[in-house]
């Protein structure tokens, strides 16, 4: 267990709609990162928040955003959702968002499967 | 923009052969990380190289980095069933500590 929870586990919803997915980060990390792992563009960074500010922006289409809140955990809403945003959406935290020697630990992620 | 590159991209291997994965990269990249993945889990952290010439060894897995080539390896010796996985490299380019990640290489070893 990497301490970083992901919710929920699984998510199934129809196209056009919109979903949250969550993020608490191990005790004490400050850095929330989210990746997309689908079949076709592999595994792929979204967006970093670093003790609530958005740090550094990655792949992330515009129906998608995210925040981090000041109890440090964070949210990744996604809209308009198309088929193919079938994906498993992954978070990670680390304990600062600088580089160094710190790592980033992954959660079990959330499956999405937009039908 | 960092690229990260895994050879090969499916790797079927006996039990108690050796083999070895590995990573280019396009530029420089502070931290060279490998990561494995069993199927539909979360991704768990192997390794993390900082420096050229660092290499790291955890049971049958040896991993090394040479920063000159911008190559990263990942060495199984003498495989076990238990270490079928798909294994991932990746690197950050410093400040965001943002990982790049290689297309992965599945393992599948054998009896």
């Known amino acids: 267990d990497s301490g970083v929870t992901q919710t929920p586990k699984h998510l199934i919803t129809a196209t056009g709609q919109r979903v949250t997915l969550r993020c608490s980060p191990r005790?004490?990390?400050?850095?929330v990162y989210w990746y997309q792992q689908s079949l076709d563009q592999g595994l792929q960074f979204l967006i970093q928040?670093?003790?609530?500010?958005?740090?550094a922006k990655g792949n992330i289409l515009e129906r998608f955003s995210a925040q981090q809140f000041p109890d440090l955990h964070s949210e990744l809403n996604l809209s308009s959702l198309e088929l193919g945003d079938s994906a498993l959406y992954f978070c990670?935290?680390?304990?600062?968002?600088?580089?160094?020697?710190?790592?980033?630990?992954f959660g079990q992620g959330t499956r999405l499967t937009v039908v | 923009e960092l690229k990260v590159e895994q050879n090969p991209l499916f790797l079927s291997m006996q039990e108690g052969k050796n083999y070895t994965i590995y990573c280019n990269y396009s530029?420089?990249?502070?931290?060279l990380y490998w990561y494995r993945q069993d199927p539909g889990k979360s991704l768990e952290s192997l390794f993390v190289?900082?420096?050229?010439?660092a290499v790291k060894q955890e049971g049958r897995l040896m991993a090394s980095l040479d920063t000159k080539a911008r190559l990263s390896t990942l060495h199984i010796t003498a495989a076990v069933h238990d270490l079928s996985a798909t294994y991932f490299c990746a690197g950050d380019t410093g400040t965001a500590s943002k990982l790049t990640f290689g297309t992965g290489t599945r393992l599948q070893v054998t009896l």
């Open positions: 928040y670093y003790n609530g500010e958005e740090r």
């Open positions: 005790s004490g990390d400050l850095s």
């Open positions: 530029t420089t990249s502070d931290r």
């Open positions: 190289l900082l420096s050229n010439g």
């Open positions: 990670a935290s680390s304990l600062s968002g600088r580089g160094g020697d710190t790592e980033a630990f």
